[in-house]
Nanobody, 114 residues
């Protein structure tokens, strides 16, 4: 059974840091593109960052603030978030993709107060 379990969210003040983790099981983790997405209230889900054997991708609004990494030995992907801003408030979702396979976690809430 495929599982993606996010953790590490919470309520922080602006300029604080958080580290999200996503523990994966039930599939061959190392072969998948792993990503973090987020969905703010009233908005659609958007890509934040992704990582594969080919490298990393970041959207412009998190460049130089967020870092995605993975530990294939632990089947875990991380998102280090620094200098958080109120506009980063959202539910953050872990995603795993490989060809037609597309798996999602349940999400973790990140709330940044000003």
């Amino acid at each position: 059974q495929v599982q993606l379990v996010e953790s590490g969210g919470g309520l922080v003040q602006a300029e604080a840091s958080l580290r999200l983790s996503c523990a994966a099981s039930g599939f061959t983790f190392s072969g998948y593109v792993m990503g973090w997405y987020r969905q703010a209230p009233g908005k659609g889900r958007e890509l934040v960052a992704s990582i594969s054997s080919g490298g990393t991708i970041y959207v412009d609004f998190v460049k130089n603030r967020f870092t995605i990494s993975r530990d294939n030995a632990k089947n875990t992907v991380y998102l280090q978030m620094n200098n958080l801003k109120p506009e980063d408030t959202a539910v953050y979702y872990c995603n795993a993709k490989l060809e037609l396979r597309d798996y999602w976690g349940q999400g973790t809430q990140v709330t940044v107060s000003s």
